[in-house]
T-cell receptor, first 116, second 110 residues
C-alpha cells in the first residue's frame, strides 16, 4: 500500500505570493490533517479534514486554508506569504478522524516551503 | 507550563538503553504518542498508550505513563545507530487536537 504523498517536496516563494500544497492520503483513509513544523515553534496543528469537511482547526490566521476532495486528497493554501511562513508542512492521514476513539496517523515526507 | 516538554538531546552508546522523557499538559488527555522523525522525512508513529494504562511494551520499546505527574517516558532497549533520530511525544487534548513536544534528538555513538 502506498504511503502518504505530498507535492511538491520543495518550494520557494516570495513574500506576498500565495501557495498551494497537495497531499494524497493512504488509500481508504478519510482524514487528512495538516501541520506546520518550524525550529522556533515546533510542530503545530493547522487543521483536519474528514469526508470533505473541516472538523478541527488550530490557532492559525485565516491566510491558512484548506480543502478536501471527494477522493480524500487535500490541498492547503497560504495566501499573502510572510517570511515566518517558511517551514516544513506535513500532512497526515488516518482511517478515522481525530475524534474517533482510537486512530493512527501516517505522515507524509512534507513540503519544505521557503519564503524570501 | 502549557507546553509538552522534552529535553532537547540524549546521547547514548550503541547497545545501551535509551530513556526519553516527556511531561505533558492535560490530565484529561486520552492518548499519548511517541513519534520518530529521521532527517528529510515525516513523522513515524512508534507507539501510543491509552491514558488508563500504565505501561505498554512493543518489542524493544517500553512506554511508561505516570498520570499523577503527567509524565511519559519511552525506553529503547539495545539502542542501535539506526535509532538515531528526533523523538516527539504528543498528547491528544479533549478537543482532539494533538499537541507535540519540541522533540528529543537521540544520538547513538559506537
Amino acid at each position: 500500500k502506498a504511503g502518504v504523498t505530498q507535492t511538491p517536496r520543495y518550494l520557494i516563494k516570495t513574500r506576498g505570493q500565495q501557495v498551494t500544497l497537495s497531499c494524497s492520503p493512504i488509500s481508504g483513509h478519510r482524514s487528512v490533517s495538516w501541520y506546520q513544523q518550524t525550529p522556533g515553534q515546533g510542530l503545530q496543528f493547522l487543521f483536519e479534514y474528514f469526508s470533505e469537511t473541516q472538523r478541527n482547526k488550530g490557532n492559525f490566521p485565516g491566510r491558512f486554508s484548506g480543502r478536501q476532495f471527494s477522493n480524500s486528497r487535500s490541498e492547503m493554501n497560504v495566501s499573502t506569504l510572510e517570511l515566518g511562513d517558511s517551514a516544513l508542512y506535513l500532512c497526515a492521514s488516518s482511517l478515522g478522524g481525530l475524534a474517533e476513539s482510537s486512530y493512527e496517523q501516517y505522515f507524509g515526507p512534507g513540503t519544505r516551503l521557503t519564503v524570501t | 507550563g502549557e507546553d509538552v516538554e522534552q529535553s532537547l538531546f540524549l546521547s547514548v552508546r550503541e547497545g545501551d538503553s535509551s530513556v526519553i522523557n516527556c511531561t505533558y499538559t492535560d490530565s484529561s488527555s486520552t492518548y499519548l504518542y511517541w513519534y520518530k522523525q529521521e532527517p528529510g522525512a515525516g513523522l513515524q508513529l512508534l507507539t501510543y498508550i491509552f491514558s488508563n494504562m500504565d505501561m505498554k511494551q512493543d518489542q524493544r520499546l517500553t512506554v511508561l505513563l505516570n498520570k499523577k505527574d503527567k509524565h511519559l517516558s519511552l525506553r529503547i532497549a539495545d539502542t542501535q545507530t539506526g535509532d538515531s533520530a528526533i523523538y516527539f511525544c504528543a498528547e491528544t487534548l479533549p478537543s482532539y487536537i494533538p499537541t507535540f513536544g519540541r522533540g528529543t534528538s537521540l544520538i547513538v555513538h559506537p
